[in-house]
């Protein structure tokens, strides 16, 4: 399950040394701020599993946090399962992988999901 994948994720060194020093503010900033967002449309944490999406702004989730209605573990997995992290990320791979047609000829979208793993 991806729950218990984000919960083993964030409790690895590197991102404990990288995050638990962090107050909640401080935290989702640097999530959000990672991709330039001050809101997100994501799965419903009530059931991250499911369809059923919501929008939460960066007050929001420092809120949720804060609250004690959502873990940090939480947090992560909203946003990285978010529409925009997912669109950002597509984008950001099908550029890298449009550059490495070696014969200097332009791929088609089809070649390029196929041959780049996106």
């Given at each position: 399950?991806?729950?218990?994948?984000?919960?083993?994720?964030?409790?690895?060194?590197?991102?404990?040394?990288?995050?638990?020093?962090?107050?909640?503010?401080?935290?989702?900033?640097?999530?959000?701020?990672?991709?330039?967002?001050?809101?997100?449309?994501?799965?419903?944490?009530?059931?991250p599993?499911?369809?059923?999406?919501?929008?939460?702004?960066?007050?929001?989730?420092?809120?949720?946090?804060?609250?004690?209605?959502?873990?940090?573990?939480?947090?992560?997995?909203?946003?990285?399962?978010?529409?925009?992290?997912?669109?950002?990320?597509f984008?950001?791979?099908?550029?890298?992988?449009?550059?490495?047609?070696?014969?200097?000829?332009?791929?088609?979208?089809?070649?390029?999901?196929?041959?780049?793993?996106?």
């Amino acid at each position: 399950r991806k729950a218990a994948f984000t919960n083993a994720f964030a409790q690895r060194t590197e991102f404990t040394d990288a995050y638990n020093g962090l107050t909640n503010i401080e935290y989702v900033q640097a999530l959000m701020g990672r991709y330039s967002l001050t809101q997100i449309i994501t799965r419903d944490p009530a059931n991250p599993d499911g369809d059923q999406k919501v929008t939460r702004t960066t007050q929001q989730l420092i809120d949720d946090l804060t609250a004690a209605t959502l873990t940090r573990a939480q947090v992560l997995r909203m946003i990285a399962d978010s529409d925009q992290v997912f669109s950002l990320e597509f984008n950001r791979r099908l550029w890298r992988c449009s550059t490495l047609d070696i014969s200097g000829e332009r791929l088609s979208r089809q070649d390029l999901i196929r041959g780049c793993s996106i």
